[in-house]
């Protein structure tokens, strides 16, 4: 069983388009993340969640909105897609019931390749 | 400044040969935990060790191993008898009270037969 899933896989998409990307867990994990990881492999955070609740948000961009329906789903959605936005986005879940200091290991998915045109 | 740097880009070594990855960290907390990740060809990141702030003995695991020092804010990770499936990117992460993971840039590592 898959610990973390993320769908699509990989995604090409025009300048200008609305994407989505999905992510789910069955790890029962209270907290979720997306980073970005771009193409100099350079990892970042984007979104937390705790809970369903959204904790931090690290400048970015509001044409990103991660949505949680539950605790075991946080998906991301990207306006109007730029060039810029290019990257492999992984989602992650881990035991922490606080955002910080992360404690406890994260556990990713296998990453979306978003490739804008 | 960045918080956790990884000086090495690349590493290339050949097979059997010993490597250390460095990590230098940066932080005014007391209480902070270290992580490194391997990120192998096929893209999954995958957890190898924590370390919280208060335990500095070193940690063995088959042919890895990690050495903490606070004294030089450093999480050194050294692979011995490298494999070719060591081939991957090395991410050192710090984690702080009031901060989530913080990434260094990550380490290449080359390891040809």
């Known amino acids: 069983d898959t610990a973390v899933s993320q769908t699509p896989k990989y995604l090409v998409t025009q300048m200008g388009n609305d994407k989505s990307i999905k992510c789910e867990q069955n790890l029962g994990h209270d907290t979720m993340y997306w980073y970005k990881q771009d193409s100099k492999k350079f990892l970042k955070i984007m979104f937390s969640y705790n809970n369903k609740e959204l904790i931090i948000n690290e400048t970015v961009p509001n044409r990103f909105s991660p949505k949680s329906p539950d605790k075991a789903h946080l998906n991301l959605h990207i306006n109007s897609l730029e060039l810029g936005d290019s990257a492999v986005y992984f989602c992650a879940s881990s035991q922490d019931t606080a955002v910080a200091p992360v404690y406890n290991e994260q556990f990713f998915g296998p990453g979306t390749r978003l490739t804008v045109l | ?113």
């Open chain 2, 1 to 113: 400044a960045q918080k956790v740097t990884q000086a090495q880009t690349e590493i290339s070594v050949v097979e059997k040969e010993d490597v250390t990855l460095d990590c230098v960290y940066e932080t005014r907390d007391t209480t902070y935990y270290l992580f490194w990740y391997k990120q192998p060809p096929s893209g999954e990141l995958v957890f190898l060790i924590r370390r919280n702030s208060f335990d500095e003995q070193n940690e063995i695991s088959g042919r890895y191993s990690w050495n903490f020092q606070k004294s030089t804010s450093s999480f050194n990770f050294t692979i011995t008898a490298s494999q070719v499936v060591d081939s991957a990117v090395y991410f050192c992460a710090l984690s702080e009270a009031y901060s989530t993971l913080t990434f260094g840039k990550g380490t290449m590592l080359l390891v040809s037969p």
